[in-house]
């Protein structure tokens, strides 16, 4: 809501608040002012000029000489327009003012005489399009002062966040009852300049019917009482429809809207004023000079005032003549009935329709006017018959003509105020402080909530209509009472609690844990979003704001990896990213609710560690997304094993991507928790799958889902430590091309018994002296049994065994 | 020549292994690497005997066997000598430390980590919540009805009518309340979505932390007391709060929570910021209990939602929240 504080001063002449107070007490009263334009920024150096004497150029057609009294006296201007009068007083901008688009006024010479200055036009001034002539002003003014504040242009323009349940701050009267309760003061609805106090005379002559009145000649007929309650008209003939007069102009435009002419910006000051929005048609274009409210006929189309066709339907209300829809109800005008130079004869629309209806329509319709925006957050219909008068009054003052007959006043169903219990002891349930009925009834009526009765324990309010849609409830006033008696004032004192029956949720403490241990090794924790472009297996939107983020992703490697792209991209070299996510995969049918699981995805790229006086590190491969998929391991999924691709029969190959698998199967890991199931993959990633700048090494990735329920972290149970020394034995093996080096580790730990504490691969190599594919391995054997110390003879046997083992196992020897 | 080099470097290793000095080692190396005399070396003088074909490959060997005793035997000597200071040789301690990549955790998780540690001190408990969700926890369970002018507030992705993707972290109120009867003290941190283009304060996809606690007896000035000493511990004791009036259909009252920081500026002064919005907040509304069927009458609640990327933003003086989500190791890398 866009808010005039001129304006709101002039319904609120007791305010007594500075543009800076208006906006605190704003903010307290839950109205936050969300930006404050100063209107006369751009006027600050423009002055009242007055015009001592004009005469012709003598060079020129079409320019004037004037002599201009402004603050530094009298200075000689040529301005461009013919009719400049001699008295009279223009805004005026001296030599080195600044005009509101920034153009700066210097001391020229036209046509060899010089100008010291120039008398400006609205349009110069931004205040209007007018362009025809130089902006006259009506009155007498002190030359030299300040134009903005002589021209009663001085405002500032407040845009008030006005919450979903309060359509009472939609207009100025609004705004101001809730700066300034009733009692202080009050609202006053101030007359309007060249009004004859029409509206004052107009009082009580209204045409009182039901579901149908009549007057003046028009008929107005309401088919759909649910849906539109009341419906005033009022009918003025002999309107001279032409640009608004300046102060109204002025007005809308201080509050954002735009003048278009007399009529329609009567109707327009009234909503802005009231709230209550008006629709003025030309009645010479409503067919037998008639009003139905009723519902769209089938095949019926209506063209708006817009110039849109809208295809309306039969759930929709209209305002119809005699034979077709005229208008969409609460919404939007039709183009055929709006009033244009040529109308003489208006009917003035003033009616209450139920919010749910406008708001289905509009949402239809796919568009939200000014008009629907407050019917559908309700629109007080206690304040009708003020908003039709003052229209009316305005009309006439603005555009003249005449009121004919009385107001017709079709209203099926009167409004009722509805009434609502408020028991003390809830507020204190509520809001932990005792209030008195007394006190409740002191706190609420400043707002319009007028006592009905009061009994032992509660007492009854009738609500106002400003309020009486959202505020229908006990727990409505309840905030109302805690709203004026002040969140501020109420004490903030800890009181003792009740631990909660829900615990701790486990994947919550796993993520943490995991955070802790990937961030810990090096990794920077990344966030990216769940949605990507369409792939393979991923969820559609039904509504999504682009291509690129259209599906929800099955798998979160391959979001993570845009962003590696894009480091990459960038020019940073080194990325190590993991991410926590949800991933989705399709339910069990269209419609059914997608499947969630938590993951967790690391992404790795070049060297190993920061380049450095020790030399180079490596760059990261296949067996660090090994290492790393242990790592999540230790902490997601204890018992799993991190086991080549291949190893694992029927597991499934991880991520694909565009039809191929996202990591290179043969440097692919699989991670296999307790049960044999797979759940996690880690390898390299293959090359086609990403866009990379030609310099990029090997990428390496992985993705584990992380278990529902984790597990409870079970206390590990510490071994005793050796009392013994150990014995340690190397071995070396020649293996032929294709003999895994973990194959024969995993064959030599096996037949190492219970003497075996550790074995290790310390030296691989391969080379020219071996035969081709084939490789050295070396492993370092430790044995130790407890409380006594080993003999050779011991260890010769178990090394026989290892050797055994491996042979068995991997037809592997050891070398001679 | 090949054989002889493997069975010199298996007798070396074994050798190096079982030296118990400095002394021992140092004697070792004259044996095995020895300019003069050494083993390897003579090796490596005996090439010359052999064809030119053969003359690499084994020329290369034993440069690579040399190579390997040579750092068996320093690391060996590292072993026998590591619990003596080392003396002998100079260290350069203007060298940078040894350095190894620093990770770090992602800003918008660290501050739901610090928020969460101040919740966890104060009784709540971790709640967790589908990211696909329906209207009816959405928006209806909430008291907010679709025909609703609330409704429009957040613009919804929407997967198929009526099954959307959450557009704020309140529906796990409805999922842990259906769930569990009261007292209920949890915070529920989470992905959220909404129909936003990028620009430098709305992603479609961003965080949130819903906060609720259901109980007897539970009011405005517990409600109040509560978000004013999380505020004060997260911020600093000079904290002050705000709550000023708001709406959210599922609370009433409702509040917008807002904070003044004092902050100590670079030569000690300490100064204090504008008013911040940090939090919508307010008192369970009692339809929403309704509808998870508890009783109303019997029991109150309050619950708050924030935006730890906001906060984010505040707490690192970044201006644009697209950063948080670019994830250019640049920017993560700062927040080790």
Redesign the interface.
């Known amino acids: 809501m866009k808010v005039s504080y001129r304006w709101l001063c002039d319904v609120a002449p007791g305010i007594g608040l500075t543009v800076e107070e208006a906006m605190a007490r704003l903010?307290?009263?839950?109205a936050?002012v969300e930006e404050v334009e100063d209107l006369a920024a751009g006027l600050r150096d423009i002055v009242v000029g007055q015009v001592l004497d004009a005469r012709p150029h003598p060079n020129a057609d079409r320019l004037t000489l004037c002599r201009v009294l402004g603050p530094d006296g009298e200075v000689p201007v040529v301005c461009g327009a013919p009719d400049v009068r001699s008295g009279s007083f223009y805004p005026f901008a001296p030599v080195g003012a600044r005009l509101p688009g920034g153009f700066r006024i210097g001391k020229r010479k036209i046509r060899g005489h010089f100008s010291q200055g120039m008398l400006c036009s609205e349009r110069e001034l931004e205040l209007g399009d007018d362009q025809a002539g130089i902006m006259l002003l009506e009155g007498a003014y002190e030359a030299g002062a300040p134009f903005a504040t002589a021209a009663e242009l001085d405002d500032h323009r407040l845009d008030v966040e006005v919450?979903?349940?309060?359509g009472d701050l939609l207009s100025h009267v609004g705004i101001a009852r809730e700066l300034h309760p009733v009692g202080q003061g009050g609202i006053v609805l101030p007359a309007f300049p060249a009004s004859a106090g029409a509206g004052a005379g107009l009082e009580g002559s209204f045409a009182r019917g039901g579901s149908e009145s009549a007057s003046a000649g028009v008929c107005i007929r309401i088919e759909d009482p649910e849906l539109c309650s009341r419906y005033l008209g009022a009918v003025i003939r002999g309107v001279t429809v032409g640009p608004s007069p300046r102060w109204l102009a002025n007005r809308l435009r201080a509050a954002g809207a735009r003048s278009i002419n007399n009529v329609v910006d009567a109707t327009n000051y009234v909503m802005l004023e009231l709230g209550q929005p008006l629709h003025a048609f030309d009645l010479d274009r409503l067919a037998d000079a008639t009003i139905v409210v009723g519902r769209a006929r089938p095949g019926e189309t209506l063209v708006t005032l817009d110039g849109e066709a809208r295809p309306i339907t039969p759930e929709m209300l209209m305002i119809r003549d005699a034979d077709r829809p005229v208008a969409i109800a609460g919404v939007m005008g039709g183009r055929d009935s709006e009033v244009s130079s040529e109308s003489t004869d208006i009917l003035l629309e003033c009616a209450h329709f139920e919010p749910?209806q406008v708001?289905?329509t509009r949402r239809a319709l796919g568009m939200s006017t000014d008009a629907s925006y407050r019917f559908?957050?309700w629109v007080d219909p206690a304040t009708m018959e003020t908003a039709v008068l003052r229209a009316v009054e305005l009309v006439l003052a603005a555009a003249g003509g005449e009121l004919d007959g009385e107001v017709i006043d079709a209203c099926p169903a009167p409004w009722e105020a509805p009434v609502v219990s408020l028991r003390p002891s809830r507020v204190r349930?509520?809001?932990?402080?005792e209030f008195s009925s007394t006190e409740l009834v002191a706190l609420l009526a400043p707002l319009g909530y007028r006592e009905a009765r009061t009994g032992s324990d509660v007492v009854d309010f009738v609500i106002p209509g400003h309020r009486s849609y959202d505020t229908l409830?006990e727990?409505?006033l309840?905030?109302e009472v805690?709203?004026t008696y002040g969140?501020?004032t109420?004490?903030?004192?800890?009181?003792a609690?009740?631990?909660?029956?829900?615990?701790?949720?486990p994947?919550?403490q796993l993520e943490?844990r995991l955070?802790?241990r990937?961030?810990?090794?090096?990794?920077?924790?990344?966030?990216?979003?769940?949605?990507g472009p369409p792939r393979h297996g991923d969820?559609?939107?039904?509504?999504?704001?682009s291509a690129d983020?259209s599906h929800?992703r099955r798998d979160r490697l391959p979001g993570l990896l845009t962003?590696l792209e894009?480091?990459l991209a960038?020019g940073?070299r080194?990325?190590?990213?993991?991410e926590l996510?949800?991933a989705?995969s399709p339910g069990e049918n269209?419609?059914a609710?997608?499947r969630?699981s938590a993951r967790v995805a690391v992404v790795l790229h070049g060297r190993?560690?920061?380049l450095?006086?020790?030399g180079a590190s490596g760059r990261f491969d296949v067996h660090d997304i090994a290492r790393v998929l242990e790592l999540i391991a230790g902490e997601a999924c204890p018992g799993g094993s991190v086991v080549p691709a291949e190893a694992c029969a029927g597991g499934r190959r991880g991520p694909v991507l565009d039809g191929a698998p996202l990591l290179v199967p043969e440097r692919c890991y699989q991670l296999v928790d307790a049960t044999g199931a797979v759940v996690g993959w880690g390898g390299e990633i293959r090359a086609g799958a990403m866009d990379l700048p030609p310099w990029a090494g090997t990428v390496v990735g992985a993705e584990v889902v992380l278990p529902s329920s984790p597990a409870a972290a079970v206390a590990v149970t510490a071994r005793e430590l050796p009392d013994q020394p150990a014995s340690?034995r190397?071995m070396?093996f020649l293996l032929p091309a294709g003999t895994g080096a973990g194959d024969v580790l995993e064959a030599a730990r096996a037949g190492g018994g219970r003497l075996l504490e550790e074995a290790e691969i310390f030296?691989l190599?391969e080379?020219?002296?071996l035969p081709p594919g084939a490789r050295s391995v070396a492993i370092r054997l430790r044995f130790r049994a407890r409380g006594r110390t080993l003999t050779d003879k011991e260890v010769d046997r178990s090394c026989r065994r290892v050797l055994k083992k491996v042979k068995g196992a991997t037809g592997v020897e050891p070398?001679s | 020549m090949i054989d002889e080099l493997r069975r010199l470097r298996e007798e070396a290793l074994d050798a190096f292994a079982k030296a118990r000095d400095a002394g021992e080692l140092e004697r070792l190396r004259v044996r095995y690497l020895g300019r003069k005399d050494g083993l390897v070396s003579g090796v490596l003088r005996r090439l010359g005997s052999l064809s030119p074909q053969e003359r690499p490959s084994v020329g290369a060997a034993a440069n690579r066997a040399k190579k390997l005793l040579a750092e068996a035997l320093q690391d060996r000597l590292g072993e026998v000598t590591a619990a003596r200071p080392e003396t002998e040789r100079a260290l350069d301690l203007t060298l940078p430390p040894r350095r190894k990549w620093r990770g770090s955790i992602h800003p918008v998780s660290q501050v739901i980590d610090d928020i969460w540690r101040i919740f966890e001190s104060l009784g709540f408990a971790r709640a967790r919540g589908p990211e696909v969700d329906t209207e009816w926890y959405n928006f209806v369970a909430l008291n907010t009805p679709l025909d609703h002018p609330a409704a429009d507030e957040q613009d919804t992705l929407y997967l198929a009518p009526g099954l959307l993707l959450r557009s704020h972290t309140s529906p796990v109120q409805i999922r842990t309340m259906e769930r569990y009867p009261p007292p209920i003290r949890i915070m529920a941190p989470g992905m959220v979505y909404r129909r936003d283009t990028y620009d430098a304060t709305h992603t479609p996809a961003f965080a949130q932390i819903e906060g609720l606690v259901v109980d007897e007896g539970v009011t405005f000035v517990d409600f109040k007391a509560t978000l004013a000493e999380f505020a004060r511990r997260f911020w600093g004791p000079g904290t002050q709060v705000r709550f000023r009036p708001s709406f959210f259909p599922f609370t009433e009252p409702s509040a917008e929570v807002d904070v003044k920081r004092v902050i100590v500026r670079e030569d000690g002064r300490e100064e204090e910021t504008d008013w911040i919005e940090i939090m919508g907040a307010g008192m369970v509304d009692p339809a929403v209990l309704d509808n998870v069927g508890y009783d109303s009458e019997r029991y109150t609640g309050w619950a708050f939602g924030m935006g730890p990327a906001r906060v984010a933003m505040l707490r690192h003086g970044v201006r644009d929240l697209r950063l948080f989500y670019e994830n250019d190791m640049r920017f993560l890398g700062q927040f080790t």
């Open positions: 903010a307290l009263r839950g936050p919450t979903p349940n309060r749910k708001r289905a559908e957050r349930h509520l809001l932990g402080v409830r727990v409505d309840i905030e805690a709203r969140y501020d109420f004490p903030s004192a800890l009181s609690f009740r631990p909660g029956t829900v615990p701790d949720d994947v919550f943490d955070r802790v990937l961030a810990g090794d090096g990794i920077s924790e990344a966030q990216t979003p769940a949605l969820v559609p939107l039904l509504n999504p704001m983020e929800l962003h894009r480091n960038r940073v080194d990325v190590r990213l993991f996510g949800t989705f269209v419609a609710i997608p969630e190993r560690a920061p450095q006086w020790s340690q190397d070396a030296d190599y080379g020219e002296d070398r």
